[in-house]
């Protein structure tokens, strides 16, 4: 059998080709990539968070309500760059355990500046925020600058609507029932619904 393979393959001349002359890198013609304009993308996010305030605060974990506006640059690329302005808002109470009792309202400025990543089904966003933290109460008020870092996973049931869940940690300092300033993390999670336009 091995005969009859040989004898099939030399008649058909199967021989190895002669080697070609490739051409050298400085002979190649380059065709430059058209560049990719950004689109301009337009977004809004509302979103529901359970807030585990820093116990140094003296208040009660909350739910707290929010919403951003979103300015997103798209270059064609998985990854689009984005800018949030936003407000998120708590009403809860101090924890008379630790403190007077009074009914207190947290209020957050928001401006913030990150990315989200892009699957066909799946977003992941990490954003870096900055703003203002009002706290107050019938005897206290104060107002500082924070820090937060935001993620979130968005599942896409329509092109441009997104649901999913968002976490946030934010960093301030405050002298907020408390007689001088310390540094103080808020950790919060929740739901989020996101539309683009």
Known sequence: MGELVILLCQSFDLGVPPPEDLP????LEWTPRPPHEAE??????????????DGGLRLRDAWGYG?????????GTPVTLN???GYAGWNTENDDQQTFSAKSDVRQYRFGVGGDF???????GLYAIFGLYH???R???DTNGFFELQGSITFKPFPHVKVGITGMTSFVGSDFNRA????FTNQSIGPMVEVSF
Do not use: M, Q
């Open 24 to 27: 050298r890198i400085s002979e």
């Open 40 to 53: 301009e993308r337009l977004g809004a996010d509302v979103f529901a968070v359970w807030t585990r305030f």
């Open 67 to 75: 919403g951003d506006f979103k300015i997103g640059l798209d270059w």
């Open 83 to 85: 800018f949030k302005l």
């Open 118 to 124: 892009s699957t066909h089904w799946i977003d992941f």
């Open 135 to 137: 706290f107050h109460s």
């Open 139 to 141: 005897i206290t008020n």
């Open 180 to 183: 001088a300033t310390h540094l």
